[in-house]
T-cell receptor
Framework: NAGVTQTPKFRVLKTGQSMTLLCAQDMNHEYMYWYRQDPGMGLRLIHYSVGEGTTAKGEVPDGYNVSRLKKQNFLLGLESAAPSQTSVYFC????????????FGDGTRLSIL | DAKTTQPTSMDCAEGRAANLPCNHSTISGNEYVYWYRQIHSQGPQYIIHGLKNNETNEMASLIITEDRKSSTLILPHATLRDTAVYYCIVRVMSGGSNYKLTFGKGTLLTVNP
């Protein structure tokens, strides 16, 4: 039972570098989400998707882009990494919308130097 | 989403039941009560949710008072691996566009040997 899998688990980047975080789910969920978690800030929604081919902005979308080309995958891109993007990134998925439980991956720990 | 109030921390002996309270006095008729937990360095984990009836699954039981202003999450036989921060969240039942999960500070449950 893989559930939600995030790749990579850890990464260190230099300021200005780009990278893509991959999220894969095997539960046939329609909805997928990217959050970041910082100390004392709780979870903050970056972007989300309500289905294949669709994406929408969350509460902190600046500096990030996403794509949902396949139903099972949700990619989070950092075009030009900044130290303020140092965080733990969590991907989640749910069968439906706001009333459905979200299932999370184990996170990607990203440090920007 | 309605605001919730939880104790900052609780202790429980291994093998005993852990009862985690949550107050949500401003809950609306169309809002569910959800419980998640986050074990250190892992992603949040969905536990259970309910509207007004008591619910039970393989992880826990959820007891909601008749007036729905408070609830209790019960872990029947706590183990050391249940040490985590537990979050009580109130969310609208259906519709709307609020996909973001808002975690408060939660309750740090420490299960002691």
């Amino acid at each position: 039972n893989a559930g939600v899998t995030q790749t990579p688990k850890f990464r260190v980047l230099k300021t200005g570098q780009s990278m893509t975080l991959l999220c894969a789910q095997d539960m046939n969920h329609e909805y997928m989400y990217w959050y970041r978690q910082d100390p004392g800030m709780g979870l903050r929604l970056i972007h989300y998707s309500v289905g294949e081919g669709t994406t929408a902005k969350g509460e902190v979308p600046d500096g990030y882009n996403v794509s949902r080309l396949k139903k099972q995958n949700f990619l989070l891109g950092l075009e030009s990494a900044a130290p303020s993007q140092t965080s733990v990134y969590f991907c989640a998925s749910s069968y439906g919308g706001s009333n459905q439980p979200q299932h999370f991956g184990d996170g990607t720990r990203l440090s920007i130097l | 989403d309605a605001k919730t109030t939880q104790p900052t921390s609780m202790d429980c002996a291994e093998g005993r039941a852990a009862n985690l309270p949550c107050n949500h006095s401003t809950i609306s008729g169309n809002e569910y009560v959800y419980w998640y937990r986050q074990i250190h360095s892992q992603g949040p984990q969905y536990i259970i949710h309910g509207l007004k009836n008591n619910e039970t699954n393989e992880m826990a039981s959820l007891i909601i008072t008749e007036d729905r202003k408070s609830s209790t999450l019960i872990l029947p036989h706590a183990t050391l691996r249940d040490t985590a921060v537990y979050y009580c969240i109130v969310r609208v039942m259906s519709g709307g566009s609020n996909y973001k999960l808002t975690f408060g500070k939660g309750t740090l449950l420490t299960v002691n040997p």
